[in-house]
Structure formats: C-alpha cells, structure tokens
C-alpha cells in the first residue's frame, strides 16, 4: 500500500493512507 498523500502524520512512506 503505497499511498503517498499530502499529510503524512506518521511519515512511514509505505503506509501513508490520507495521513495515517
């Protein structure tokens, strides 16, 4: 799941789901 959007909350890169 490489879902990179414009919030990264937890900033992982791999499981960046609309900032989670």
Known sequence: ????????SVGDGSTTFNGY
């Open 1 to 8: 799941m490489t879902i990179i959007t414009s919030q990264r």
